[in-house]
């Protein structure tokens, strides 16, 4: 069913509308070096061969998984005794671009760049982390995104009608329920889609008269179906950024969603834990100290639960998180501390801070001077210095006016003020 022409490719209007460069280049019968970046099933390889058909261009095609270098070499000299009989230009199409590594996409790039071949990439992974920048430079990146719900639709109803490389000669129907759930289990797969209505189709009785493929049938190819989500991958970091900014951004309803859909993809659910403890000090903070402990107690419920009854408890820790008051006073103060402590070098312990065990160590000065804070008014050293000599005293933590911090702004601003007084004893 892999369209050969642009009126059967269904899905990617930003890219094959009216007018789009891409689609006056396919029916110009121009070509250029690309990459196409999508999901699968979004109709990456279908593009790389139309457009040599319609360049009228000798076609070779890799899969990276399979490949190498000497699979690439072999493909060069193919293209030069095709050059050379039939004067037509190759394109190469290289499936999975991403899995090649940074050897092996140096090795075509000198015939690209004299013409001999014309690259064209498929990848699911972002090409800005995958591929060397002397590839990207002399390719053009098209993304390609997942089909939408009419788009597989389109692409449904042609494999049912046509009787050369479709269903068409079977005579199928199919319940428009069946469709829908087809469509909703394909998750934005034209590949997944046909493949579901395939098996679908298998499983309709053989009889006379009309055949239907009814939602009975649907509901049995598409179960066990899962969402779409690349462990480790484009999708897998994308929603766990739109579960932590969901939660920063205190939406519960959507942090809960973003949750779901990692856990119904087959995210571990022990991994969203652990992000969720970094959640809870970067963003909750000592705005609301209980956050982190609550994520500690869902972290070891899921472990002595597992899946799927623990999760209730992470989705308690993520609403929770996301109705905290919200501090990242903590992280910053961390962030700028650990610039000071990079940028000032190794500076010398104070001799009064210093610890001192032994008679040496207090004879030469170890410890002197020190105030102990619980013998002092209020168990504070009022105008004591904790910095290295050699260093400036530095404020890195600056609390937020929001939950517990606007409590302890209000005793570290009282703090401030004793020591400011111990500082400048004629203002008392």
């Not at 939602?215 to 999708?235: L, N, P, T, W």
């Amino acid at each position: 069913m892999r369209p050969d022409s642009l009126d059967y490719f269904f899905g990617q209007e930003h890219l094959l509308a009216e007018g789009k460069p891409l689609r006056r280049a396919i029916e110009q019968g121009r070509t250029h070096s690309m990459i196409f970046w999508g999901p699968p099933g979004t109709g990456k390889t279908t593009l790389a061969r139309m457009i040599a058909a319609t360049t009228d261009s000798h076609f070779i095609g890799f899969s990276a998984v399979m490949a190498g270098v000497k699979d690439i070499r072999a493909a060069v000299a193919e293209a030069k005794q095709y050059r050379q009989l039939h004067q037509r230009a190759t394109i190469l199409f290289l499936d999975e671009v991403h899995r090649f590594n940074k050897s092996q996409q140096d090795a075509f790039l000198p015939f690209v760049e004299d013409g001999t071949l014309t690259f064209i990439g498929a990848t699911t992974e972002n090409p800005s982390f995958e591929l060397n920048n002397a590839l990207l430079s002399r390719a053009r990146v098209y993304v390609l995104k997942v089909l939408d719900h009419g788009a597989l639709l389109k692409v449904l109803h042609r494999a049912l009608s046509d009787s050369e490389t479709g269903l068409g000669r079977l005579s199928l129907a199919c319940d428009d329920d069946a469709l829908e759930l087809i469509v909703l289990a394909a998750d934005g797969d034209a590949r997944r889609a046909l493949n579901l209505l395939e098996l679908a189709a298998d499983l309709v009785p053989e009889k006379t008269g009309a055949r239907v493929i009814d939602k009975a049938i649907a509901e049995d190819v598409v179960q066990g179906s899962r969402r779409r989500f690349d462990k480790k991958g484009e999708y897998f970091y994308d929603q766990i950024s739109a579960l932590h900014k969901s939660v920063r951004g205190s939406d519960p309803d959507a942090a809960l969603y973003w949750l779901m859909r990692m856990l119904d993809g087959g995210c571990d659910p022990l991994y969203v834990a652990r992000r969720m403890i970094r959640v809870a000090s970067e963003d909750v903070g000592n705005a609301d100290p209980r956050a982190l402990r609550l994520c500690l107690d869902a972290w070891e419920t899921l472990e002595r639960l597992g899946s799927p009854e623990g999760e209730l408890a992470l989705a308690q820790a993520v609403v929770y998180l996301a109705c905290a008051a919200k501090s990242n006073a903590v992280y910053q103060a961390a962030k700028s501390a650990a610039d000071d402590a990079r940028n000032f070098g190794t500076l010398e312990v104070p001799m009064h801070l210093r610890n001192a065990p032994t008679r040496l160590m207090k004879e030469l000065g170890y410890g002197e001077d020190y105030r102990y804070a619980h013998d002092e008014e209020g168990g504070f050293a009022a105008g004591e210095n904790y910095f290295p000599e050699d260093m400036p005293q530095r404020k890195y933590y600056y609390p937020v006016p929001r939950g517990l911090e606007l409590k302890i702004s209000e005793k570290l601003k009282a703090l401030n003020e004793r020591n400011q007084q111990k500082k400048d004893p004629e203002d008392d």
